[in-house]
DNA sequence: TGAATTCCTACTATTTTACCCGGATTTCAA
DNA sequence: TTGAAATCCGGGTAAAATAGTAGGAATTCA
């Protein structure tokens, strides 16, 4: 039940558009340094972004990446369920086309896969790009006072 | 983020043990029937859960296993993480061996994963295999009424 | 015009998944 | 007592998914 790498370096690159939201285009170089990710790979997933219409992109030298929309507009859910797919723990509850088993209605492990698909579902629909930035901040205002003394 | 089918068909086993408890030992080839699953594949993940104390066996012939517990003492929580170990979506946030990033404290992926984490444990752990039992019985009393007539 | 950058397609090594196979051991029942 | 029904056990394996890499075309700024 891991997030692959797919859905945890979006988020990461998702947040970076997000701590940079409104200051022009960020190149993947400079996303893939700040969070350490392979630059060729995270091309794959933000083109991934950019046809879900998550993320804008500018060509040409000085170009780079900025989010479609305010990062308060955005959440990870919809970061992961564009790079992943539906985060539903087994087939016959993905939200749009369930896979029918032949148990279908009768089945008491759906049951337990629906409630464990809906809390997940509700944790990351809930949490904006704009709420990691936030506690991002939060959490480092301290050092951020520091380097001011 | 699916469960693999080992969680899953742990789950269906650990039920069908649920449904017959108090009944003696039950076979893998009843289990594999009756969930339509791989007897040779089910045995390899009924000996985790047997190593875990979640069922007890009976060798030989009229053999079989049972849960080691009342199936209001075991969780679906119990039963999935035993076969898949933690539920945690990335592995640092992994509950009590974290593998830690560099990042580590400042990381604001890391709420994230912990919130999905905390989720998913609560919905895991808070349903047992007797209410499986109580919602499937529930589910299929019409049927067993349309039979009686 | 050249450097920086996005865009695109294809390839690939490694790991994980979901099994199968074959045989040893144990125990009940006829 | 013997055979059938089971669990137990270790190894093997094909297919799919994962996590990238490689290389170059197209675009745009300075």
């Given at each position: 039940m891991k997030l692959s790498t797919k859905g945890r370096y979006g988020i990461q690159a998702m947040f970076e558009l997000a701590l940079y939201y409104g200051e022009g285009p960020i190149s993947l170089k400079t996303i893939a340094e700040n969070e350490g990710l392979s630059e060729h790979y995270l091309e794959q997933l933000i083109a991934i972004l950019r046809k879900a219409d998550l993320v804008k992109s500018v060509r040409g030298a000085q170009g780079g990446y900025m989010l479609a929309a305010p990062p308060d507009k955005i959440t990870v859910g919809d970061v992961i369920r564009t790079l992943e797919?539906?985060?539903?723990?087994?087939d016959c509850v993905v939200e749009d086309t369930p896979f029918e088993c032949s148990r279908a209605g009768g089945c008491p492990t759906k049951l337990v896969m629906e409630r464990i698909r809906d809390s997940i579902n509700k944790v990351i629909d809930s949490i904006t790009l704009q709420d990691m930035v936030d506690d991002y901040r939060r959490l480092n205002q301290k050092s951020a006072f520091m380097y001011y003394i």
């Amino acid at each position: 039940m891991k997030l692959s790498t797919k859905g945890r370096y979006g988020i990461q690159a998702m947040f970076e558009l997000a701590l940079y939201y409104g200051e022009g285009p960020i190149s993947l170089k400079t996303i893939a340094e700040n969070e350490g990710l392979s630059e060729h790979y995270l091309e794959q997933l933000i083109a991934i972004l950019r046809k879900a219409d998550l993320v804008k992109s500018v060509r040409g030298a000085q170009g780079g990446y900025m989010l479609a929309a305010p990062p308060d507009k955005i959440t990870v859910g919809d970061v992961i369920r564009t790079l992943e797919g539906s985060l539903a723990p087994a087939d016959c509850v993905v939200e749009d086309t369930p896979f029918e088993c032949s148990r279908a209605g009768g089945c008491p492990t759906k049951l337990v896969m629906e409630r464990i698909r809906d809390s997940i579902n509700k944790v990351i629909d809930s949490i904006t790009l704009q709420d990691m930035v936030d506690d991002y901040r939060r959490l480092n205002q301290k050092s951020a006072f520091m380097y001011y003394i």
